[in-house]
Structures are given as structure tokens and as C-alpha cells.
């Protein structure tokens, strides 16, 4: 069976067909044959023993006249018959020889050569006996003429009558042989016949049922596994790849198919899970960003609030100097008025002093803190600008 499904599509159906050609074939040349024996048997019947038949018939008929005409001689006494009797026994023995040579060409076994050969001996002999009745008849001896045929004349005839039914008889003979074998020829062509076709008939319905078998079932089970590889069956099974012949050859491909369908399948579920791990990850940034952002904006917030804060301390500072300045001023004219106050202004010179360095301190530090916050904004501000860089990325 593997020989047969590793073979050719082509060469199953010409195997297929070949055999049923062989046996057409064959039993084209039986029938032909048959046919043939029958017409070699039509044509014995007819073209060789039916004309035998006519032809001795014919001579048997031109011998009886020649006897008729001849006795008709021997019993005439008026020269005028006698002479009109020459004439018909001149014109039957013309027939006769045209006979004789028309039947001789039929001649076709030794057999009927022999009869054949006996028969013109006789009639040889019978002429001979014939020619002197005749001369005694001419001679009006007609009783001695008369005598002589029906001892010795009469005994030749009845030899040549003989030897023609005999070739009469041989000639039907042959014609039933021939026409039996016609028969016979005819019977065999018939049950010939009938075998062929019971055979044809076999054969084609075993040659049907394996072409079914090894090639309709299996392009069917692979039609319905390509529908459902067609409807996203990828894990069907497919049928046939071992054979060797073209459904083979299409199981292959359609397995090709089938596994670059896998394999697209697996591409596609990376694809969408990589896919899925971007979004999660872009998310992520997402949420980082917007929590950095508000990070940010609370520290940027804190640093502005610091920064009020630090204005409204410099104010104070700075109202706080004025105040000051205006005391010491104050302090300067009072100098004159109050020495008393001496040692009372200088304590208050020493605190305001102290003042003073303590609010250039502060005032220091303000500005030490503003420059660490701006600072801090421009960070803040790169760090932004590359999360948004890496966001859109």
C-alpha cells in the first residue's frame, strides 16, 4: 500500500486506466478474433462449399442434359433431329467444360481432389462410350447405339452421378462443419463477451474503491482539516503527511502553514505581552512623574513659602535697622542732654550692635538659603524636563 500512495497521482489513474484499457484490449482481440474464425467461416460457406455446392450442382445438371440430349440422339431418326441433337450436345459439353473449370478453382482438400479426379475418369470413359453411341446413332445403328448406353454408358453415368453427390455431400458436409464452427465461434464470442464485462464491471468497481480509498478519502480529510485550520484550529491534526505522491506533497505545506500559524500565534502573544509590560511600565513613569511632580511642587511650594518668609524677616530686618538707627540717632542727641544715660546708651550701643550682626547673619543665611533654593528649582526643573524627555520617549 505505501507503493501505491508514494506513487504519482498521474501514475495511479494511468495504471488505473491502463488496466482497464488492457482488458478492453484484450478482450478486443478475443472478440476480434472470434469474429474473425466467423467470418473465416461465413466465408468457407459462402465463397468456397455453397458455390461447390452450385458448381456440381450445375455439373450434375449439365451431365443429365447431356444424357437427355444424348438419348434423345440415339432415339432420333430424322437427320434434321439428330442434327439439332449435335448441335445441344455440342452446346452442353461447351457448358460442361466452363462448369468444370469454374468448380476446379474451389477445390479445397485432397479429399474432394479425389472425388474430383474419380469423377472426370469416369466421365472421360463415359465420352469415349458416349462418342461411339453417338457415331453408331449418326449411322442410324441405333439399337447397337442404344445398347451400349444402357450397359456400359449407364454404369459410367451412374459412376459420375455418384462422384457428384459424393462432392454434393462433401461440399455440405464442410458447409455444416464450417457453420457449427460459426456457431461454436458465435457461443464463445457471447460467453466471451459476458466475461469481459463481468470482469470490466469488477474491475472497475475494485479500481473505483481504491481510487476512493487512496485518493477521494484522503483529499477529503485534508479538505476538512484545512477548513479547520482556515477557522484558527491550529492544533488540528494533519492527515496524509508520510505519502509520498501530491496529496503528500500538499500535507506538507499545509503542515508549513499550520506551523508558521503556530508560530505567528506565539509572536502575537509575546508581541501583546511585551506589549502589555510597556504599558505597565509607561504607567509606572506615569505615576512617577505625577508623583514627582507633586513632590516638586510641594517643594517648590515650601521654598516659595521659605522665600516669604525670609522677605518678611528682611522686612523686619530691615525695619528693625531703620528703628535702630533712628534710636542710636536719637540716642546721639541724647548723649548731650542726658549724660546721666552714659553708661545706659552704651549698654543699649552693645545690644544694638548685637542686633545688627545678628541681622546681618540672618540676612546672610536668607541669602545662602534663596541661592540653595533657586538651586534646587533648577534641579527640580532638569529633573522634570528628563522625566518628561524619558515620558516621551
Known amino acids: 500500500m505505501s507503493v501505491i500512495n508514494n506513487a504519482k497521482i498521474s501514475s495511479k489513474l494511468t495504471a488505473a486506466f491502463g488496466i482497464l484499457l488492457v482488458i478492453i484490449i484484450v478482450n478486443a482481440g478475443v472478440i476480434f478474433k472470434l469474429i474473425s474464425e466467423m467470418d473465416k467461416a461465413t466465408n468457407e460457406i459462402t465463397e468456397n462449399w455453397l458455390p461447390s455446392v452450385i458448381a456440381v450442382?450445375?455439373?450434375?445438371?449439365?451431365?443429365?442434359?447431356?444424357?437427355?440430349?444424348?438419348?434423345?440422339?440415339?432415339?432420333?431418326?430424322?437427320?434434321?433431329?439428330?442434327?439439332?441433337?449435335?448441335?445441344?450436345?455440342?452446346?452442353?459439353?461447351?457448358?460442361?467444360?466452363?462448369?468444370?473449370?469454374?468448380?476446379?478453382?474451389?477445390?479445397s482438400s485432397a479429399?474432394?481432389?479425389?472425388?474430383?479426379?474419380?469423377?472426370?475418369?469416369?466421365l472421360r470413359r463415359y465420352f469415349e462410350i458416349s462418342n461411339r453411341s453417338l457415331e453408331m446413332s449418326r449411322s442410324n445403328q441405333n439399337v447397337e447405339a442404344y445398347k451400349i448406353q444402357v450397359t456400359d454408358g449407364r454404369k459410367l453415368f451412374d459412376d459420375i452421378i455418384q462422384d457428384l453427390d459424393r462432392l454434393v455431400?462433401?461440399?455440405?458436409?464442410?458447409?455444416?462443419v464450417a457453420s457449427k464452427h460459426q456457431e461454436d465461434m458465435a457461443g464463445l464470442a457471447r460467453i466471451g463477451l459476458g466475461v469481459a464485462v463481468v470482469i470490466f464491471i469488477v474491475l472497475a468497481i475494485g479500481l473505483g474503491s481504491l481510487m476512493n480509498r487512496i485518493l477521494a478519502v484522503p483529499i477529503a480529510d485534508m479538505t476538512h482539516a484545512m477548513k479547520r485550520l482556515a477557522n484558527g484550529d491550529l492544533s488540528v491534526e494533519?492527515?496524509?503527511?508520510?505519502?509520498?505522491?501530491?496529496?503528500g506533497q500538499m500535507a506538507q505545506a499545509v503542515e508549513v502553514f499550520r506551523e508558521n500559524a503556530q508560530r505567528a500565534e506565539r509572536f502575537a502573544a509575546e508581541d501583546k505581552r511585551q506589549q502589555a509590560e510597556r504599558d505597565r511600565r509607561v504607567e509606572a513613569l506615569r505615576t512617577l512623574t505625577t508623583d514627582f511632580d507633586t513632590t516638586v511642587s510641594g517643594v517648590l511650594d515650601v521654598v516659595s513659602r521659605a522665600a516669604g518668609t525670609m522677605e518678611t524677616t528682611a522686612r523686619s530686618m530691615t525695619s528693625t535697622a531703620q528703628q535702630s538707627n533712628q534710636q542710636a540717632t536719637e540716642v546721639a542727641s541724647a548723649t548731650e542732654e542726658a549724660s546721666a544715660s552714659v553708661q545706659t546708651v552704651a549698654s543699649a550701643s552693645e545690644e544694638l550692635s548685637s542686633s545688627i550682626n545678628e541681622i546681618g547673619r540672618q540676612v546672610e543665611q536668607?541669602?545662602?538659603?534663596?541661592?540653595?533654593?533657586?538651586?534646587d528649582a533648577e534641579r527640580t526643573t532638569t529633573i522634570v524636563q528628563s522625566l518628561a524627555d524619558a515620558s516621551g520617549r
Do not use: T
Open 57 to 107: 450442382n450445375a455439373l450434375k445438371n449439365s451431365i443429365l442434359d447431356f444424357r437427355r440430349y444424348e438419348l434423345g440422339h440415339i432415339l432420333s431418326q430424322d437427320a434434321a433431329d439428330i442434327s439439332a441433337m449435335d448441335r445441344e450436345i455440342d452446346k452442353v459439353r461447351a457448358v460442361l467444360a466452363d462448369d468444370q473449370k469454374a468448380y476446379e478453382v474451389l477445390i
Open 111 to 122: 479429399e474432394e481432389q479425389g472425388i474430383y479426379n474419380g469423377y472426370k475418369e469416369h
Open 169 to 176: 455431400k462433401l461440399n455440405n458436409d464442410s458447409a455444416g
Open 238 to 247: 494533519i492527515p496524509a503527511r508520510g505519502r509520498g505522491d501530491e496529496i
Open 366 to 375: 536668607s541669602i545662602l538659603i534663596s541661592r540653595a533654593a533657586s538651586q
